[in-house]
């Protein structure tokens, strides 16, 4: 088992900025695939953004390309996400995701962001004010 808490959440201005944490607890050598996912009331969860914790490889969904950045510690099992330039519509439930298998992250870095990771966190609210 793996358990994942997010922090770090909060209000901005547009144009702000924000750091999102997770942090890993339990089995952490078996996470493969950490994702940041996003959602609105009333809408699907998005992707947003994964790593591979072994190579580090990156992948981001285009809305948030070129204005935030994932990132990994593992010696602290904890994945960020750094979020510059933030617009009204980055407002959402933030959510750290990991998985035991590669597939998440490969799948991103086609295109598609699949909801199917092993371990949900309990999400961080973000809120950008225009």
């Known amino acids: 088992q793996v358990q994942l808490v997010e922090s770090g959440g909060g209000s901005v201005q547009a144009g702000g900025s924000l750091k999102l944490s997770c942090a890993a607890s339990?089995?952490?050598?078996?996470?493969?695939?950490m994702g940041w996912f996003r959602q609105t009331p009333g809408k699907e969860r998005e992707g947003v953004a994964a790593i591979t914790t072994g190579g580090g490889s990156t992948f981001y969904a285009d809305p948030v390309k070129g204005r935030f950045t994932i990132s990994q510690d593992n010696a602290e099992n904890t994945v960020y996400l750094q979020m510059n330039n933030l617009k009204p519509e980055d407002t959402a439930m933030y959510y750290c995701?990991?998985?035991?298998?590669?597939?998440?992250?490969?799948?991103?870095?086609?295109?598609?962001?699949?909801?199917?990771?092993?371990?949900w966190g309990q999400g961080t609210q973000v809120t950008v004010s225009s």
């Open positions: 995701a990991a998985d035991t298998t590669l597939l998440p992250c490969i799948r991103a870095g086609r295109g598609s962001w699949s909801l199917d990771f092993d371990y």
């Open positions: 339990g089995y952490t050598y078996s996470r493969k695939c």
